[in-house]
Each structure stands twice: as C-alpha cells, then as structure tokens.
C-alpha cells in the first residue's frame, strides 16, 4: 500500500478533520551476524529493511486516542486513564507501552491523536515487526509533540515497553536498528555502552535474499529466555574465575580458553562458546567488509549458522534445511539463520544472476523436505525511522 493510499484509508476511517496529518515510516531489520549477543553484552551488525510499518497520524480536538491498522483487524479509542491501565494482548499493547514509556521520561502527550497503522512485515518472522512499531510511534508522537528527537533514546525507551509492557525479554538491537539504520549500511552495535558505527554495505552483484520458514514460532519466548539464564549461569561461574567480567562477550577467544573448564555443565559451557566466538566473528565481519570481501563476510555467515545450531541450539530443522538449501547454490556466498531462531527467518548473500534459479530451486527443496512452503524477500538495506515529507 503506498503512502496516497494509505491517507485515503486514513481519512475513510477518520473523516476529514480539522488538522492536518503526518505520516511517518520505521523499518524492519535483518541481523547480518552476532546472534544472541545483544544482551550478553556483545557486537552485532544488523541492518534496516526496505519495508516496514507506516503510520498516518493526526490530533484530535479531544484527549482520546484512537489506534488502528489496515492489516491487524483490532482497534480500539481509548482515553489517557484507559492508555496507563493494563494490557490487552492485541497488536495495541506495542504502541501503548510506547506511550507509557513517553509519560516515564516526562513525554506526556499533551493532545489525543488518530493512528493508522500499515505493517508490511510479516508478523512473527523474527525481522522486527513489533520493534518497527513501537520505534514509528515513539518517533512520530515526539514530532508531533514538538520534542526532542533522540533515536538512541528512542530505541532504549522502545526496548523498555517492550520488556515492561508487553513483557517479552528481548534485547537492545532490534529496536536500534530501527531506529537508527541507514541506507545502504549496517550498523556495528557494542550492546553494552550502546556506541555505535555506520558501515558501508555494498553488495554490488550480491543481493540480501530473506527467506521466511514460515515455521510456527511457538516455543520462541520460552527458548530464548532459557538461553539467556544459561548465559547468566555461565557468567556467574566464569566471574569467580574473573571478577572483573561483566559481561560475557567481553571475554577474548585465548581468555575463554583458558577459562573454560571452570563451567562443568557442557551445555552451558557450549553456551558462553558460541558468545565468545561470534562476538570475534562480528569484530573480523566489519574488518572484510571494509574491504569489500564479500566472500570471506559469507563464509563467516556460514560460520554463524553453524554456531548457533550446534552450540547454541537455537535453529531447528527448518532453518537448518533452508541454509543447507542456500549454502549448496555457487551463487550463494553465506546463508545463515537471523533473530532469536527456532523458526523464522534466514538471511543470504546470492549473486544477481542467480536468485531466480536460486529461490526456485531452495523452494523446492525446502518444501519436500519440511512440508512448508517458504517465502522470499529479494531487499537492499532501507533508512531507519522517518518522517515521509511531502505526503498529500
Ligand atoms: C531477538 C531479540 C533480540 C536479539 C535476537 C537474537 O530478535 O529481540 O534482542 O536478542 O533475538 O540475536
């Protein structure tokens, strides 16, 4: 749905009113590599998407405010006391919790607002549908506001809404890179003092080829919150080694090494070595990609995947069937499983000439071997959260 269209559903469902409307866009994000490091304290590099959510906003002439979407069929008006009373379990605990999260660091809306809401992220992919939402309303409230914009602080008030509100454990990098990705760029995070680079992505004949499982994600708040008491357990272990050890990315591959005996459990102890190794992978991803070495930036992908579905244990048979699928192409340089795991998506690096044959053939095969069907997004990297100037 293009912007006009969407300001003509706008205006259906709101009628003409007595001011004018702003439309504001946030985009989804694929983590390129460093999985499951965001929140032990480590380096990731994921990038904005090409699409994302939309959002027409406008004031009212009461203190109401109205949520809606052209894609998700609840919504609701409610008042200020109705917006800071408990969740609904609908999409609108998203951009609720945002508002709460506003009122928290002295952002009280001082108006009410019509929004509608147009999301062209699947939902429950793992690229972000819910960080795009809360990051294009914690941004457009501000500007209507007439506040402060601060896409860092917008992140981490997003990221709070999310944990405190809606209650999912997530870590920092989604709603980053939502809100501060930038065309043709990946963003190198340090999650822990939240500092951040701008890489170039350039991929030239290499494309970004996202392909959905389409696997159900049942399991995938419980399984990531095991994850994170694992890497808790080996952080507490390794600190009485170590007590100066914050976190566990901060630890060196030679550090780990020597350390490494003090967990007994080997399951954990695979755990922190998954942390520890692909925090280094993403440190020697930015080093190749400054140099454009595409090639050996696929192999770490390659590397990651591997990673995260032997030591980390986060993948399933349907992420591991659609990278094998991908990695037995010549025109794939890296494919690799993105976000939390357990379902969802996978990212590839597949040359041009070959994406046709490609997603042909790896649907296919993904197909007789799992009983699903895929599906699959060709993209280049889009800007962070973003007024759409000039909309009618
Ligand atoms: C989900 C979380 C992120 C991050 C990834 C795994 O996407 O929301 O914070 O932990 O999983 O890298």
Excluded at 71 to 97: A, Q, R
Excluded at 246 to 267: C, H, K, V
Aim: glycine letters at 8%.
């Amino acid at each position: 749905m293009n912007t006009e269209q969407m300001i003509k559903k706008f205006i259906e469902k709101y009628g003409e009113g007595n001011h004018s409307h702003r439309v504001f866009n946030a985009p989804g994000r694929v983590n390129l590599i460093g999985e499951h490091l965001d929140y032990n304290g480590g380096y990731v590099l994921p990038a904005a998407l090409e699409f994302g959510t939309t959002l027409v906003i406008r004031e009212r002439d009461d203190q109401q405010i109205s949520f809606a979407s052209t894609n998700m069929p609840y919504e609701v008006t409610l008042t200020m006391e109705e917006v800071f009373s408990g969740k609904s379990g609908e999409w609108t605990d998203y951009p609720i919790g945002v508002i709460q999260e506003l009122d928290k660091v002295g952002s009280k809306l001082t108006k009410g607002y019509d929004l509608l809401y147009h999301g062209d992220i699947p939902n429950g992919a793992g690229l972000s549908s819910s960080a795009s939402i809360e990051v294009v309303t914690a941004f457009a409230l501000l500007s209507m506001e007439g506040r402060e914009i601060d896409t860092v602080e917008i992140a981490k008030l997003s990221q709070r809404a999310e944990n405190l509100f809606v209650g999912v454990n997530s870590g920092i990098m989604d709603q980053f890179a939502v809100a501060n990705g930038r065309k043709d760029h990946a963003i190198l995070l340090m999650c822990d003092t939240l500092e951040y680079e701008l890489v170039p992505f350039e991929t030239g004949a290499y494309k970004i080829v996202i392909a959905n499982t389409n696997k159900r994600r049942g399991l995938v708040d419980s399984k990531y919150n095991e994850r994170r008491s694992e890497c808790d357990q080996a952080l507490e272990l390794l600190q009485k080694e170590m007590p100066s050890l914050q976190y566990l990315a901060q630890l060196t591959t030679e550090q780990f090494a020597a350390l490494q005996n003090s967990i007994s459990d080997e399951t954990v102890r695979r755990r922190a070595q998954h942390v520890v190794e692909e925090n280094q992978r993403v440190l020697d991803s930015v080093e190749v990609l400054k140099n454009n070495d595409l090639e050996t930036f696929g192999k770490y992908m390659n590397q990651s995947h591997d990673s995260l579905r032997y030591l980390y244990e986060v993948t399933g048979n349907e992420l591991d069937v659609m990278v094998e699928e991908f990695q037995r192409h010549a025109g794939t340089l890296g494919a690799r499983m993105t976000g939390a795991g357990f379902g969802g998506c996978t990212v590839a690096l597949v040359h041009e000439d070959h994406i046709e044959k490609v997603m042909k053939e790896v649907a296919q095969q993904y197909e007789a071997r799992t009983g699903l069907r895929p599906d699959f997004y060709v993209c280049g990297v889009g800007q962070g959260v973003h007024e759409i100037k000039g909309a009618l």
